[in-house]
């Protein structure tokens, strides 16, 4: 199931539907983010500016995969947060996790 999602992530980025790091903070005021995927072992720091960002503007987000993982999925380094443009692809990532062990 990991690595459906990951494939999926990977896909969304080449289309251009994913953005990561700091661009987030600057697309979430705007709405355009519709789901928020931040790394499992993310830093305390970039966790709390994440839930606080996302708690403000009403956006969801998740815990899934390692920095590592994330980042490999997309082609570049380490990545504690991604942001998902697309809403049946925030759709689909949340049923898979809700439906999937992980």
């Given at each position: 199931?990991k690595d459906r999602?990951?494939?999926?992530l990977?896909?969304a980025?080449?289309?251009?539907n994913l953005i990561?790091?700091d661009?987030?903070?600057?697309?979430?005021p705007?709405?355009?983010v519709r789901?928020v995927?931040?790394?499992t072992d993310?830093s305390a720091n970039?966790?709390?500016?994440v839930?606080?960002?996302?708690?403000?503007y009403?956006?969801?987000?998740?815990s899934?995969?390692?920095?590592?993982?994330?980042g490999?999925a997309?082609?570049?380094g380490d990545?504690?947060?991604?942001?998902?443009?697309?809403?049946?692809l925030?759709i689909?990532v949340?049923?898979l996790?809700?439906?999937g062990?992980?």
């Amino acid at each position: 199931m990991k690595d459906r999602i990951l494939g999926l992530l990977g896909l969304a980025n080449r289309g251009g539907n994913l953005i990561y790091g700091d661009s987030i903070y600057y697309a979430l005021p705007k709405n355009k983010v519709r789901l928020v995927i931040l790394a499992t072992d993310a830093s305390a720091n970039t966790t709390k500016k994440v839930m606080d960002k996302t708690s403000t503007y009403l956006a969801s987000v998740v815990s899934f995969a390692t920095k590592a993982e994330l980042g490999h999925a997309l082609g570049k380094g380490d990545l504690a947060v991604v942001g998902i443009m697309d809403a049946n692809l925030a759709i689909k990532v949340k049923t898979l996790l809700k439906d999937g062990d992980i």
